[in-house]
């Protein structure tokens, strides 16, 4: 079985602050990824890696950046917190095809 | 990139009832893909059709695809409590290597 693990399921955090949101997954895939979900917008990607050292913008990626120094932990990072980034953030992996995602975390910005 | 729409929004059926979903996308498609998400959770994968087939089935599952109109659906037949969840499409471009998801439909089933 795939395991795509996000080090948490809810964080919450204080507006300013830096916030990492961890993944890990044990398949070995190259291709890594950032989602963000909120209500009535569906999945917008954050950032994506298909390799080590490797990252690349999705649609939204301003106020995030991201970290792949090694190829099973691809990193979200939130340099300075705010309000507006209270949402769902899901991490996933993908092969060929198919996409595996972690649980999700739920981070609330105060 | 260009997001795939889903209708219904919301569906809500009795347990027994048949539940469908429909998906529309813009671009030429290599496969398409629909995941389900309980609350609060992550997405899990339930079946994939590539552009080159028509329809697909698995267990209550079945995946009709036209890319002449560049639509596809989920049937999910025989609906169960326990199928209560957020359904989403997601397609494969030709362009792209990306997968774009569609905006879902929550689907509640009552006992």
């Known amino acids: 079985d795939v395991k795509v693990t996000q080090s948490s399921r809810y964080l919450v955090k204080r507006t300013g602050e830096k916030v990492f949101l961890e993944c890990v997954q044990d398949?070995?895939?190259?291709?890594m990824f950032w989602y963000r979900q909120d209500p009535g917008l569906g999945l917008r990607l954050i950032y994506f890696?298909?390799?080590?050292?490797?990252?690349e913008k999705g649609d939204i990626p301003e106020g995030y950046s991201v970290s792949r120094e090694k190829k099973e932990r691809f990193s979200l990072i939130l340099e300075s917190a705010s309000t507006n980034q209270t949402s769902m953030y899901l991490c996933?992996?993908?092969?060929?095809?198919?996409?595996?995602f972690g649980q999700g975390t739920r981070l609330t910005v105060v | 990139s260009q997001q795939g729409e889903e209708d219904p929004q919301a569906l809500s059926i009795q347990e027994g009832e048949n539940a469908t979903m429909n998906c529309s996308y813009k671009?030429?498609?290599?496969?398409l893909q629909w995941y389900r998400q309980n609350s609060g959770r992550g997405l899990v994968h339930l079946i994939l059709?590539?552009?080159?087939?028509r329809e697909k089935h698995s267990g209550r599952l079945r995946v009709t695809l036209d890319t002449s109109k560049k639509s596809s659906s989920l049937l999910i037949t025989a609906s169960r409590a326990a199928d209560t969840a957020s359904y989403f499409c997601?397609?494969?471009?030709?362009?792209?290597?990306?997968?774009?998801f569609g905006g879902g439909t929550r689907l509640m089933v009552k006992p």
């Open positions: 059709i590539r552009s080159n087939e």
């Open positions: 997601a397609f494969r471009s030709n362009a792209g290597n990306m997968l774009t």
């Open positions: 890696s298909y390799d080590v050292k490797m990252k």
């Open positions: 398949m070995d895939h190259e291709n």
């Open positions: 671009t030429s498609i290599n496969n």
């Open positions: 996933a992996i993908r092969g060929v095809d198919e996409a595996f």
